[in-house]
């Protein structure tokens, strides 16, 4: 399986933008689809955005898809999460996941990162 780690989480004001990555290892990377989640405390896991392999095709949760964008640099092993005008609600640990499917259920990706927080201040 690939192996995803998340970084680029932070403290930022609401209003601001903040840009996580996700690096992958193994040399089949752009054959896994790839998505995005996050988990607030006492929440359930979220679905954010996912991306095919080959980046063209993408899928983000309506309530975000005006303010998140999601893309991919296969040659870097690497998948991002662009995330502007942010709002305290957007507060949680963002995890990024490996799957053959590009979905919005967790039961599809078959390897998790450990996660990166994201807080987002009023």
């Known amino acids: 399986q690939v192996q995803p780690v998340e970084s680029g989480g932070g403290l930022v004001q609401a209003g601001g933008s903040l840009r996580l990555s996700c690096a992958a290892s193994?040399?089949?990377?752009?054959?896994?689809?790839m998505g995005w989640f996050r988990q607030a405390p006492g929440k359930e896991r979220e679905f954010v955005a996912a991306?095919?392999?080959?980046?063209?095709?993408?899928y983000y949760e309506d309530s975000l898809k005006d303010r998140f964008i999601i893309s991919r640099d296969n040659a870097k092993n690497t998948v991002y999460l662009q995330m502007n005008s942010l709002k305290p609600e957007d507060t949680a640990v963002y995890y990024c996941?490996?799957?053959?499917?590009?979905?919005?259920?967790?039961?599809?990706?078959?390897?998790w990162g450990q996660g990166t927080q994201v807080t987002v201040s009023s």
């Open positions: 996941a490996a799957g053959d499917v590009v979905a919005g259920e967790p039961k599809y990706y078959r390897s």
């Open positions: 193994g040399r089949t990377f752009s054959s896994y689809a």
């Open positions: 991306i095919s392999g080959s980046g063209t095709g993408t």
